[in-house]
């Protein structure tokens, strides 16, 4: 691909944006799907671990609520030191958010640590196959990484204009099981 992992972030952040301007609902749309993207795990899970969108990403209050009315209890993520993996904190609507190291809102430090069994990520870009093109920081990816022994279901969250062919990963990019968007749950295609 000619195409840099930066290059192409810039120009999707710029159709992201234009995504949400057309479809203010897209994440009402979104959570609506979240019965098909459940009913297809092997195991409910009990916690999810969501994040708060910045700029341009895709609302997911109604994502939040949609878990909870499930009996789905929520977290979100938590930078505590750069270039070390993420922790996630109990977290509900309504809750008090501080900016965390990377100053994105995040539930306090008091809050309790939780393992989630299901996380949705925010994204740049995906593909079909599940991969994934984020901000850039990497934190998900190390946060994964170090989950690998028991490591979550993991759900892309995005519009569904964000899809690519073919998302360029690197070896330490962390796959995603599946992609919700307004247009429904779909799960990544194994092999790609």
Do not use: N
């Not at 993996?85 to 309504?94: K, V, Y």
């Amino acid at each position: 691909m000619s195409e840099t992992k930066a290059e192409l972030r810039s120009r999707l952040r710029e159709r992201r944006k234009r995504l949400q301007a057309a479809l203010p609902e897209a994440g009402r749309d979104l959570a609506a799907g979240v019965g098909a993207l459940l009913d297809g795990l092997d195991v409910r899970p009990r916690t999810a671990a969501i994040y708060l969108p910045l700029g341009s990403e895709i609302d997911t209050a109604p994502l939040a609520a949609e878990l909870m009315r499930r009996g789905v209890a929520l977290a979100l993520p938590r930078v505590d030191a750069i270039d070390s993996p993420m922790s996630f904190r109990a977290w509900s609507p309504g809750d008090p958010v501080v900016p965390d190291m990377q100053g994105c809102a995040a539930p306090l430090a008091s809050a309790p640590q939780i393992e989630p069994d299901l996380i949705f990520v925010p994204l740049v870009a995906f593909d079909a196959g599940g991969g994934r093109l984020g901000q850039g920081g990497g934190y998900y990816d190390r946060t994964l990484a170090a989950l690998a022994g028991k490591r979550p279901v993991v759900i892309g969250l995005a519009f569904a204009g964000q899809e690519v062919e073919r998302v360029p990963c690197d070896p330490h990019d962390q796959k995603l099981d599946g992609i919700l968007t307004e247009r429904g749950y779909m799960p990544a295609r194994k092999g790609s």
